[in-house]
């Protein structure tokens, strides 16, 4: 009777070492090809991308030149705000402002996500070239905010077209060399809108 029991005690112990199969342990060896990776390192995988995507210096150099050309011209808006008597001037100055505000917001945020990250190209070719983005230098703003009336109007206007055809001339290269999808989206859409906006200003 007492070896009876101590066969049934051993037996038992068996079937539960048993139920413990080798998936449920950790184990060293690294996992045969073609096996799936764990849940955790896909997670890791999938969230391990930065918000920018891939992106190259053409993404990088469009943004910052972009950027620049938006701001100025939230400025020519700004200053037309203060120094036109024209009407249409006026309500076109307050669209071209408060279309560029979301972008300018678009573009700060690209840019703060991209800083650090290789993009692949030497520091030297990410130079900024303001011609290329219409950008009015210093002493063309300085004359612009001394006239006034009919003069300013007309000064305005074309630092307008020139910011506007900057833009586009940036959007189209960005178009062809450009990777990041966002930035290709904000040029996409900058090239839908400029036939529209130059046709404005030419009207005025």
Do not use: Y
Not at 108 to 123: D, H, I, R, V, Y
Request: glycine share 8%; hydrophobic share 35%.
């Amino acid at each position: 009777m007492r070896r009876s029991t101590i066969i049934g005690a051993v037996l038992a112990c068996g079937l539960a070492l048993a139920g413990c199969t080798p998936s449920d342990a950790p184990s060293d060896q690294p996992p045969a090809p073609g096996t799936p990776p764990p849940a955790t390192a896909q997670q890791h995988a999938e969230h391990g991308t930065g918000s920018t995507g891939e992106h190259t210096t053409t993404d990088r150099e469009f943004a910052q030149q972009l950027l620049a050309n938006r701001q100025q011209v939230s400025k020519l808006a700004d200053l037309a705000a203060t120094h036109t008597q024209s009407a249409e001037v006026r309500s076109l100055a307050a669209e071209l402002k408060q279309s560029v505000q979301p972008q300018v917001e678009q573009l700060n945020e690209f840019l703060n996500s991209a800083a650090g990250q290789q993009s692949g190209s030497a520091p030297e070719d990410e130079a900024e070239n303001s011609a290329d983005a219409g950008l009015q230098t210093d002493q063309q703003l300085q004359q612009l905010s001394k006239a006034s009336g009919a003069q300013f109007d007309q000064q305005w206007k074309q630092a307008m077209l020139s910011l506007q055809g900057g833009a586009g001339k940036l959007a189209r290269t960005e178009q062809e060399e450009g990777s990041a999808q966002a930035m290709r989206k904000l040029a996409e859409e900058l090239v839908a809108d400029e036939q529209q906006t130059t046709t404005k200003l030419n009207s005025l």
